[in-house]
């Protein structure tokens, strides 16, 4: 078996695995009563939405975690090596986010900042500690290329630098993608399309098991997305949003290729920004708004694009964004 055909094999078996307990996990969501709560200030329409299983992002780390970590026990217990330990930094960057998203989901259902969560310092403070504990090991543990740019011969050294930058990529795009998780499937549709990118790469740099790893994630996300799609039975939370964002920049922190994501993930990168851009407009017009609302997918809605409609050209752009990524790595 080639190592693609291993690697695209190690997701439909994920996909088949987190399919079948998913069901399982939505009943006891409920029973604990686990449910999403809505922004007052947000579309009237997701008031809909108002109870729907939250934290469904153990559904997809939970089967990461489980598939990745029993490759790994192959490896160790017989001859094949079919997980390598480079693997264990995403996997612990997933987790090590996944448990601060699921505790900030926690605050958010049941402290009397009622949906608000953890307060934002100590949530950054988390965010960078655990983006710092990475970047340190990519550089000196895994000694990770540093950067490569399309049209550039050879490595490109950034000495000191690259602590602070991989750390910085890494919140960033925790950040963006837990902003882009607000509309059924939205926020898994972009981040499989994502995984799936930087897994191509990986197989081009001849990155067996960071290959294994990102199509693995793509297999676990698409059996998320059979809950997640419109109407949405479960929402993946801080829980998932938080996990994946980290996990998507660590793995392209290894391939090198980190320069590309804004160009990859185009779409959690305009949705950021339109956060940003809309809080320092307001700050600076007293009062006046850039976007009917903020992050971008709601500003959409409220020029009287449906929820689908808006998910799916997203996802357009999202896919044209990440063939446009692939071709910039082969240059």
């Given at each position: 078996m080639s190592q693609t055909a291993m690697a695209l094999s190690l997701g439909g078996l994920t996909f088949?695995?987190?399919?079948?307990?998913?069901?399982?996990?939505?009943?006891?969501?409920?029973?604990?009563?686990?449910?999403?709560?809505?922004?007052?200030?947000?579309?009237q329409r997701h008031i809909t939405k108002l109870g729907t299983p939250t934290m469904g992002g153990w559904?997809?780390?939970?089967?990461?975690?489980?598939?990745?970590?029993?490759?790994?026990?192959?490896?160790?217990?017989?001859?094949l090596t079919v997980m390598g330990n480079s693997t264990l930094l995403p996997m612990l960057v997933l987790l090590g986010y996944a448990l601060l998203g699921a505790y900030d989901d926690w605050m958010g259902l049941r402290r009397e900042r009622h949906g608000e969560g953890l307060r934002a310092r100590w949530k950054l403070f988390w965010q960078v500690l655990i983006a710092l504990g990475a970047a340190f090991v990519l550089k000196y543990?895994?000694?990770?290329?540093?950067?490569?740019?399309?049209?550039?011969?050879?490595?490109?050294?950034?000495?000191?630098w690259y602590i602070p930058l991989a750390a910085f990529v890494i919140v960033g795009s925790t950040n963006a993608l837990n902003f882009t998780d607000g509309l059924d499937g939205l926020a898994g549709l972009i981040a499989s399309t994502a995984f799936a990118t930087y897994g191509a790469i990986a197989a081009m740099?001849?990155?067996?098991?960071?290959?294994?790893?990102?199509?693995t994630l793509v297999g676990a996300l698409f059996a998320f997305l059979w809950y997640n799609v419109h109407p949405a039975q479960l929402f993946m939370g801080d829980t998932g949003s938080l996990a994946l964002g980290g996990t998507l920049a660590v793995v392209a922190l290894m391939t090198g290729h980190w320069a590309?994501?804004?160009?990859?993930?185009?779409?959690?990168?305009?949705?950021?920004?339109?956060?940003?851009?809309?809080?320092?407009?307001?700050?600076?017009?007293?009062?006046?708004?850039?976007?009917?609302?903020?992050p971008l997918h709601h500003h959409f809605e409220l020029l009287g694009w449906s929820e689908t409609q808006v998910v799916q050209r997203f996802w357009l752009v999202g896919l044209l964004a990440a063939m446009a990524g692939v071709a910039l790595a082969l240059i």
């Open positions: 088949l695995l987190t399919v079948i307990w998913g069901g399982p996990m939505i009943q006891v969501l409920r029973m604990l009563h686990i449910g999403k709560q809505i922004r007052i200030e947000g579309p559904l997809v780390v939970i089967a990461v975690l489980a598939v990745t970590g029993v490759l790994h026990l192959v490896s160790i217990l017989s001859d543990g895994l000694r990770a290329p540093e950067l490569y740019l399309p049209n550039v011969p050879g490595e490109i050294p950034l000495g000191v740099q001849g990155q067996v098991f960071l290959e294994r790893f990102s199509f590309l994501l804004p160009v990859i993930a185009i779409v959690p990168v305009s949705e950021v920004l339109s956060v940003i851009l809309q809080v320092t407009y307001f700050k600076l017009t007293k009062g006046k708004r850039l976007f009917k609302m903020a």
